[in-house]
Nanobody, 115 residues
Framework: VQLVESGGGLVQPGGSLRLYCEASGFPSSTLVMNWYRQAPGKERELVALIHGIDGSTTYADSVKGRFTISRDNTKNALWLQMNNLKPEDTATYYC?????????WGQGTQVTVSS
């Protein structure tokens, strides 16, 4: 099982980034897939999740209306479109899946929002 994130970087406030997570080694199409983030000195928090079967989504209040989570089950791919980024969005972003009673995390991708 492997999760690999990419797409992070440095962006100015108000800018956009699109994160990508490539999943392999498990049938991701039926699983809930998640984006978490962790800022320095803070606990890791759920940003958004998407169900595999019906595609329903849930967002943290802090990102509602700015972030969009999406997936392509045929490609085992997960995205997070982040618009109108704010300095408080600065964090390492992780792709996460719970599968067969185990936690699987990607290595993370750094997002820095600064002028």
């Amino acid at each position: 099982v492997q999760l690999v994130e990419s797409g992070g970087g440095l962006v100015q406030p108000g800018g956009s980034l699109r994160l990508y997570c490539e999943a392999s080694g498990f049938p991701s199409s039926t699983l809930v897939m998640n984006w978490y983030r962790q800022a320095p000195g803070k606990e890791r928090e759920l940003v958004a999740l998407i169900h595999g079967i019906d595609g329903s989504t849930t967002y943290a209040d802090s990102v509602k209306g700015r972030f969009t989570i999406s997936r392509d089950n045929t490609k085992n791919a997960l995205w997070l479109q982040m618009n109108n980024l704010k300095p408080e969005d600065t964090a390492t972003y992780y792709c996460y899946v719970w599968y067969r009673e185990r936690h699987y995390w990607g290595q993370g991708t750094q997002v820095t929002v600064s002028s």
